[in-house]
Nanobody, 125 residues
Framework: VQLVESGGGLVQPGGSLRLSCAGS????????MGWFRQAPGKEREFVAT????????LYADSVKGRFTISRDNAKNTVTLQMNSLKPEDTAVYYC???????????????????WGQGTQVTVSS
């Protein structure tokens, strides 16, 4: 499985960005898909995840109410709509796929089997 993120860039505080992750493989619909991020000097952290079945979505407390994860299995894509961005959202954002088939998606990085290369998001005035 190959994952390719796009949509990062520079945005002012309060602005919005939409990240996309395109996946390969005919079994994309059976993967839980997650977004993680890594800020300079910090460890990579969970942002959001979407289950492969049941429509379950989970968010980190720091982004809840501002970010929305969605997926289009027909197009093998998962997106992260980011609104009301803050300087502390500045990070490299990664999408990841979990092919375990677990019903409830995980917040743990170690549960994800495939990773994209990341896309930079910078929130600054």
């Amino acid at each position: 499985v190959q994952l390719v993120e796009s949509g990062g860039g520079l945005v002012q505080p309060g602005g919005s960005l939409r990240l996309s992750c395109a996946g390969s493989g005919r079994t994309f619909s059976s993967y839980a898909m997650g977004w993680f991020r890594q800020a300079p000097g910090k460890e990579r952290e969970f942002v959001a995840t979407s289950s492969w079945i049941g429509g379950i979505t989970l968010y980190a407390d720091s982004v809840k109410g501002r970010f929305t994860i969605s997926r289009d299995n027909a197009k093998n894509t998962v997106t992260l709509q980011m609104n009301s961005l803050k300087p502390e959202d500045t990070a490299v954002y990664y999408c990841a796929a979990d092919d375990s088939g677990r019903y409830y998606p995980s917040r743990r990085q170690m549960e994800y089997d495939y990773w994209g290369q990341g896309t930079q998001v910078t929130v600054s005035s």
